[in-house]
């Protein structure tokens, strides 16, 4: 039986009363070579199949998180403003952060964040809707404001990459909140930027520090690693891929969570991974991999 295009998942718990749900967006089919960069094809495919147009189907992830009374999203899709023709190259299926919601029984204006890891179609598209105006009406949509203004910068790489139309128009309603540097948000909650497949991506952390103050606290913490590690295939901390516009320090940033989250045993998200979330990591000889039982 295929799988439905939009689905949440159960809710799982984290310090400081935390809760987080994956909200399946839709699909996308990124063209395998950039995906996997420089990565030979006999590596990555013993774990990834391709289409006949040599494309990945990978997952639009959105979290759903509620903490100390307010409600975030994560990521908001492709949203609605693509071309038929982007559509199709890209293999997109769904991608509307608000009618994914909406059939799940969920509420587009019950959202007070938005967080966008970076400014990229995939990620940033659903920032608007179809008649130009902020998909959540309450929302104060977190930004780093190192990637708004590489957004607005003159860099050749970035030109028709990055969403800044969305982005100004956001502005323009007074929902952008640029933020610089690691951000608490609200309690359990903070961004905190990565770099490396943008200039301003950032990261989410999930759960208190220090965990909520109550004996039955689980006392656990997660990640949402936005496109620095988008799927659990890209696990091997030099897999960079050809969209990183910072591979080199794609690789420090990357090796450094990945020691943390294995060694504190974070649970991780990832934002286009096809497979059931979140997992938990380990450390090998040969690296890291996902954590059995």
Same mark, same amino acid.
């Given at each position: ?24 967006? =839709? ?20 774990? %990834? ?18 903490? @100390? ?7 908001? &899709?492709? &949203? ?10 890209k293999g997109v299926e769904g991608g509307d952060p608000a009618e ?10 019950? *959202? ?17 809707d179809a008649d130009g105006r902020p998909t959540f009406p309450r ?11 590489a957004a607005h910068g003159d860099e050749l790489r970035l030109r028709?990459?990055? /969403? ?8 323009? @309603?007074?929902?952008?909140? /640029? *933020?610089? &540097?690691?951000? /608490?948000? *609200? ?12 200039? =301003? ?6 759960? %208190?520090?220090?965990?909520? =103050? ?61 497979? /059931?979330?979140?997992?938990?990591? $380990?450390?090998?000889?040969? =690296?890291?991999?996902?954590? $059995?039982?």
């Open positions: 039986m295929p799988e439905p295009l939009h689905a949440l998942s159960p809710a799982r718990r984290f310090s400081g009363n935390v809760t987080v749900r994956v909200l399946r967006a =839709g699909w996308f089919r990124p063209d395998a070579g950039g995906f996997f960069g420089v990565v030979p094809r006999p590596l990555w495919s013993r774990f %990834a199949e391709t289409d006949d147009r040599g494309r990945l189907h990978c997952r639009l992830n959105l979290l759903l998180i509620d903490a @100390a009374g307010k409600r975030v999203l994560v990521e908001t &899709g492709t &949203g609605t403003r693509l071309s038929d023709k982007d559509r199709d190259i994914a919601l909406r059939a799940v029984g969920e509420d587009p204006a019950s *959202v007070d964040f938005v967080v966008v890891s970076h400014l990229h179609y995939d990620h940033a598209g659903g920032m608007i929302a104060r949509y977190v930004v780093q404001r190192e990637e708004a203004e028709g990459v990055m /969403e800044v139309e969305q982005l100004d128009l956001v502005r323009s @309603a007074g929902q952008l909140a /640029e *933020v610089n &540097g690691e951000v /608490e948000l *609200v309690e359990g909650i903070s961004v905190t930027p990565t770099g490396g497949h943008t200039r =301003g991506s950032q990261a989410v952390m999930i759960g %208190a520090r220090n965990g909520g =103050g109550r004996q039955d606290d689980p006392h656990e913490r997660a990640i949402f690693f936005g496109d620095l590690i988008p799927t659990r295939w890209q696990l091997p901390v030099r897999w960079t891929s050809a969209y990183d516009d910072y591979p080199v320090d794609a690789v420090e940033v990357r090796s450094r969570l990945l020691a943390r989250a294995a060694a504190e045993g974070w649970w991780c998200y990832f934002t286009h991974d096809p497979g /059931e979330l979140p997992i938990r990591l $380990e450390a090998t000889e040969k =690296g890291y991999r996902p954590r $059995e039982g």
